[in-house]
């Protein structure tokens, strides 16, 4: 069965330091979303991107947060200059989209756990 | 602005018990619910999802949700729980974009 993966499981960094957190959605999906979970919180959206661009943000997503799609495949998240409270689960998901009675589901991957120091 | 609210953070069964989350949700337009499942050191997985017709969905693992417009409601059921079942369970809510609005969920532990 398809499924959504992310890598790396765990990443530790330094504040102020950027990351990459990557991303292989389901190969014939077309939409892409980055999610995010701080200990104790709820799932928080941060992005969807469809047709190479972003179509929804949050307030969370400011200008220290970026996504690409570098190579038909992976879809990154970057983070430029990691706070404290950047620290938390981040969940890509991908769908194929809405359908005419709704949206479809969406998957999701199994996480990175972003611990800034 | 959407929002979901599970009012029970924790519930502890024995197994053979029946469950019922409780999920309200908060939008004044049409609204696609779902009902999502995460087993320890798994990821996020659809139970079930309304988006119209019969209010009462029936999804994987003997689950089922009854959506009550009245209530803006979608409470999660199972009339036997069993101890596979031990999860953390989110109510999430799409209404006028594609985006997740989750509730802050609910951690069941089903005791043999």
């Known amino acids: 069965e398809p499924e959504v993966t992310q890598t790396p499981s765990h990443q530790v960094t330094q504040m102020g330091q950027e990351v990459i957190l990557r991303c292989v959605p389901i190969s014939n999906h077309l939409y892409f979303y980055w999610y995010r979970q701080i200990l104790g919180q709820k799932v928080e959206f941060l992005v969807s991107f469809y047709n190479n661009e972003i179509s929804e943000k949050s307030e969370i997503f400011d200008d220290q947060f970026s996504v690409e799609r570098p190579d038909g495949s992976n879809f990154t998240l970057k983070i430029r200059s990691t706070k404290l409270e950047d620290s938390a689960m981040y969940f890509c998901a991908s769908s194929e989209g809405q359908l005419a009675g709704g949206y479809n589901e969406q998957f999701f991957g199994p996480g990175t756990r972003l611990t800034v120091l | 602005a959407q929002s979901v609210s599970q009012h029970n953070h924790h519930v502890i069964l024995s197994e053979a018990a029946s469950l019922e989350l409780g999920c309200n949700y908060s939008y004044g337009g049409t609204v696609n619910l779902f009902w999502y499942v995460q087993y320890p050191g798994q990821h996020l997985q659809l139970l079930l999802k309304y988006f119209s017709g019969d209010p009462l969905v029936k999804g994987i693992k003997g689950f089922e949700a009854e959506f009550i417009k009245s209530k803006f409601s979608f409470n999660l059921r199972k009339p036997s729980v069993q101890w596979s079942d031990t999860a953390e369970y989110f109510c999430?809510?799409?209404?006028?974009?594609?985006?997740?609005?989750f509730g802050t969920g609910t951690r069941l532990q089903v005791f043999p």
């Open positions: 999430a809510v799409i209404g006028n974009t594609d985006k997740l609005i």
